[in-house]
């Protein structure tokens, strides 16, 4: 009863910007928190930022923004300043409470199919 998609993600030139978002639908109580992964070829997933941490990745400080529109259910990562080692599947991962099919509240947490970014040399 509650997804995530991603979108934004596509093919950029070194040097440039992306701008992903990633919307939380269903029967939703409240999202506590939306953190944006990613995952390169032959790489385990790493953090990258969200709600509750500005990411573990010194690679894309002072390069990637996230921001969230909470009357949208939706987190948005800015990307600039791209190069090819930002080339991956980019995941969002998204925490809350939702009402079940039964009316009951639960918590959740559930990520997206993932959007590819791509930056070419």
């Known amino acids: 009863q509650v997804h995530v998609m991603e979108s934004g993600g596509g093919l950029v030139q070194a040097g440039g910007s992306l701008r992903l978002s990633c919307t939380v639908s269903g029967t939703i109580l409240n999202i506590v928190s939306m953190r944006w992964y990613r995952q390169a070829p032959g790489k385990q997933r790493e953090l990258v930022a969200g709600?509750?941490?500005?990411g573990n990745t010194d690679s894309v400080q002072g390069r990637f923004t996230f921001s969230r529109d909470n009357a949208k259910n939706t987190g948005y990562l800015q990307m600039n300043r791209l190069t090819p080692e930002d080339t991956a599947v980019y995941y969002c991962?998204?925490?809350?409470?939702?009402?079940?099919?039964?009316?009951?509240?639960?918590?959740?947490?559930?990520w997206g199919q993932g959007s590819q970014v791509t930056v070419s040399s």
């Open positions: 709600t509750d941490t500005i």
């Open positions: 991962e998204a925490t809350g409470y939702s009402r079940n099919s039964a009316g009951a509240m639960e918590r959740f947490v559930h």
